[in-house]
């Protein structure tokens, strides 16, 4: 009977972290995304100032969840982020805007392979 109850707090233990994990990686990747859309959409109206800002306030999040990310995803795929969202920085101006769509649309197209990776969806 004891192994039993140890059996059901293990799986209600793993649930836990299953769900958790999910919520955590489910809510950085779509605040990274809503991110990015609001530098396009800055970079739209001009607003470069701002639109650095937006990018240094993401790094700075993303950071901040770093570590318990890496527990669900694999370490150099969340370097490889990282580094994507600091070279963002180099592109907001005016001249080098078109690149700097490029770059964001290759780090949302990154997002949704690491979307696919964790949560095994097409």
């Known amino acids: 009977m004891r192994r039993v109850r140890v059996a059901a707090v293990i799986l209600a233990a793993l649930i836990l972290l299953t769900l958790t994990g999910r919520r ?3 809510d950085s990747l779509n605040a990274l995304e809503a991110g990015l859309t609001q530098v396009e959409s800055l970079c739209t109206s001009g607003a470069y100032q701002a639109a650095k800002q937006q990018i240094s306030n ?7 969840k770093q570590a318990v990310l890496a527990l669900f995803i694999r ?6 982020l990282e580094t994507a969202l ?4 180099a592109y907001v101006h005016p001249d080098y805007r078109q690149d700097l769509f490029c770059e964001i649309g290759k780090l949302k ?5 690491m979307r696919r990776l964790f949560f095994g969806l097409p």
């Open 24 to 26: 955590l990686v489910s």
């Open 58 to 64: 993401m790094t700075q999040a993303y950071q901040k």
């Open 75 to 80: 370490r150099d795929k969340l370097n490889e």
């Open 86 to 89: 600091y070279g963002l920085n």
């Open 109 to 113: 197209a990154q997002l949704k392979g």
